[in-house]
């Protein structure tokens, strides 16, 4: 009887392999360690590139009061413009906050905000929609033709249509 003595080598793991099967050990783990690292990788790019596919959130901001409040107005418009930033946003005037997107209005003022007449002019610049209710300029004896520049009447299908992402309200 014949004995074949092969040189051992000891692994960390304690694992005895015969030297000549240490490089395909090798291989064979540092080709799954690579496979590994490749398929995190595309699925971390994956998920990132539909986070960047996802539509833009949308502001809908209601405003009810008006010259009784201008800390209220102002804080909605200035809201507005932050938001602008980033989001769709929508301004909905009702109630009393007709009276603020009327030409003739009063330009308000409160702390440091910028006045209603000055937000009111920017914001359309900014792709905000400012928008009155029909019923409330009815019952205020007003018509289209007494809003502001850049004020319209508002469509109720344009509240869900202004953004493609989530809608967010604000009321103020």
């Known amino acids: 009887m014949r004995v074949i003595r092969h040189r051992v080598h000891y692994e960390p793991r304690g694992q005895f392999r015969p030297p000549e099967s240490r490089s395909t050990i ?3 783990k540092t ?11 595309v699925a971390l790019t994956s998920v990132r590139g539909a986070v960047a596919e996802q539509p833009r959130d949308g502001v809908f901001i209601h405003v009810s009061h008006g010259s009784n409040d201008p800390h209220r107005v102002l804080m909605a418009l200035n809201m507005a ?4 930033e980033d989001r769709d946003v929508l301004v909905y005037f009702d109630i009393q906050g ?3 997107v009327l ?3 009063k330009d308000l003022t409160y702390s440091h905000f910028p006045s209603s007449k000055t937000q009111l002019a920017a914001l359309p610049k900014r792709g905000v929609i400012l928008m009155a209710c029909p019923g409330c300029l009815k019952a205020a004896e007003k018509t289209a033709a007494d ?3 850049g004020v319209e009447i508002a469509d ?3 509240f869900f249509s202004f953004t493609k992402g989530r809608i967010l309200t604000l009321d103020y």
Not at 31 to 40: D, I, K, R, S
Not at 81 to 84: F, G, L, N, R, T
């Open 26 to 28: 090798v291989t064979a």
């Open 31 to 41: 080709f799954f360690q690579v496979a590994c690292l490749t398929v995190g990788v």
């Open 81 to 84: 413009a932050i938001m602008s």
């Open 98 to 100: 007709i009276e603020v």
């Open 103 to 105: 030409k003739d209005s």
């Open 147 to 149: 809003l502001a520049p």
């Open 156 to 158: 109720k299908d344009r």
